[in-house]
């Protein structure tokens, strides 16, 4: 399915998009220091400082931005400047042909979920749910070391040190996911996820344990987890009633291995993910493991 992870290695140059809403231009330029500070080259086009209502210029705008920048043979991978949303909403003006053609790394999380699974199943490589740029302007040191180790293709293994077995077992399969609200918000799109065969990553942000059990409800009801072989979920964010949350989990995911916990998502620190690539979910060891990188 996916051809290969594409790591990148010091001197690269890394491409800016803002394919959802406008950014902090003094964060932005915070998260430019850091990559440069691991040694990336940084490219940030100008179309990116757009605005448009809450979004970081129209559709076609933000659009042009990853076409151009995946027609560009200078440049390695591309890193979403921050989520909020927007994403879903350019998908079809992508020009998905030059982006299979010319495979590049790309990164981000939260609504940059859409784009990063639509790369996933339409131009069928891998990428990394890590933070976004301006993520990077404060981010603690796990987060900045766990996000070089992911990009150059040097993270085999996390230990989920932290988190919590509510279904034994191990499970085998492909790692997609990401924003709960985004992924559900596809669901009708001709860019709907397929799980199928999956180890399923879902984390989310500031929504109360009923929101997250009605998309959880969604999403089953439509049969996104037919064929699921396991889950195993990030940080649940400022979401009222966390208490509530394993037991919604357990019920929607009956009978699969489930773990909760990984430190991925919105809280800190942000693991970084390689997704698309085959991954082991061991619940007795506490780790997920990547078959293969490069």
Known sequence: MTKRFYPLKKVDAIGVIAPSARFDENRLNQGIECLETLGFEVHVPGAIFQEERYLA?????????????????KIKGIIAARGGFGAMRMLACLDWETIRKNPKLVIGFSDATALLTAVVQQARFAVVHGPNLVSLANADPLTISSFYQTITGNRAEILISQGQCLEPGQAAGKLLGGNLATLTHLIGTPFQPDFMGAVLFLEDVGEPAYKIDRMLSQMKMAGLFHGVQGVITGSFEKCDNPEYIPRILMEIFDGLPLFMGLSAG??????????????????ARATLTWQAIA
Not at 59 to 68: E, F, I, L, P, Q
Not at 266 to 283: C, I, K, Q, Y
């Open 266 to 283: 919105h809280g800190d620190p942000n693991l970084s993910l390689a997704m698309g690539l085959d991954v082991l979910l061991d619940t």
């Open 57 to 73: 210029g129209d559709d076609a705008c933000r659009a042009g931005v990853v076409n151009s920048l995946f027609a560009d043979p």
